[in-house]
């Protein structure tokens, strides 16, 4: 099936600094990616809709100016997580539709010290 | 908009006994479902899926779940479940097959030994 790959799978950073987070089709093209967030033991939430070629789609209370998300190409979406604090900790999974199923990445698991 | 309810946040059930995980869902137009797995770690994979047809869809690892319209339910089952089966089930739901997916609040199946 299609593959989904999520770069790097574990991020630790110090606060204030800046973490991007990559996601890529490997197999197919996706016009639109999907970031979501977990926070332990929970659901995941969406966060945003990537756009390949135009801005992203924020879900309500998701600061675009902390969460930069780019889809340069048909086959790479990144979330920058800008300024981090403790708090942006969390597990950052990625996922992309093709037909009629969507495929996610692997998962990015980012501590902020 | 759509919502997706699992009323159990865990369910503990013994090895090779059956197990019912619980999903319904809120929408005023037609829906796709879907049953999602996460191991410790891990992004999500795809369990079974809803589109259209036969209410009942099945995985390939003995997992089954019925379309129900008139309860809006898409319950899980599985007549025998192993300590392989130990994970997270989301359920979740789309009413456009290119558009984002909304989650349950995922619920946690632990097999005892």
């Known amino acids: 099936g299609a593959v989904v790959s999520q770069h790097p799978s574990r991020v630790i950073c110090k606060s204030g600094t800046s973490v991007k987070i990559e996601c890529r089709s490997l197999?197919?093209?996706?016009?639109?990616m999907f970031w979501y967030r977990q926070f332990p033991k929970q659901s995941l939430m969406l966060m945003a809709t990537?756009?390949?070629?135009?801005?992203?789609?924020?879900e309500q209370g998701v600061e675009k100016d902390k969460f930069l998300i780019n889809h340069a190409s048909l086959t790479l979406s990144t979330l920058t997580v800008t300024s981090a604090h403790p708090e942006d900790s969390s597990f950052y999974i990625c996922?992309?539709?093709?037909?009629?199923?969507?495929?996610f990445g692997q998962g990015t698991r980012l501590t902020v010290v | 908009a759509q919502s997706v309810t699992q009323l159990d946040s865990q369910v503990p059930v013994f090895e090779e006994a059956p197990v019912e995980l619980r999903c319904n869902y809120s929408?005023?137009?037609?829906?796709?479902l879907f049953w999602y797995v996460q191991y410790p770690n891990q992004g999500l994979q795809l369990l079974l899926k809803?589109?259209?047809?036969?209410?009942l869809v099945e995985s390939i690892n003995g997992f089954e779940a019925e379309f129900n319209k008139s309860q809006t339910s898409f319950h899980l089952r599985k007549p025998s479940v192993h300590i392989s089966d130990t994970a997270e089930y989301f359920c979740?739901?789309?009413?456009?097959?290119?558009?984002?997916?909304?989650f349950g609040k995922g619920t946690r199946l632990h097999i005892l030994p």
């Open positions: 996922s992309a539709n093709t037909g009629l199923e969507a495929f």
């Open positions: 197999d197919f093209q996706a016009t639109t």
């Open positions: 990537s756009n390949e070629g135009s801005k992203a789609t924020y």
């Open positions: 929408s005023s137009v037609s829906v796709y």
């Open positions: 809803y589109l259209s047809g036969s209410t």
């Open positions: 979740a739901v789309t009413t456009n097959r290119d558009d984002k997916i909304i």
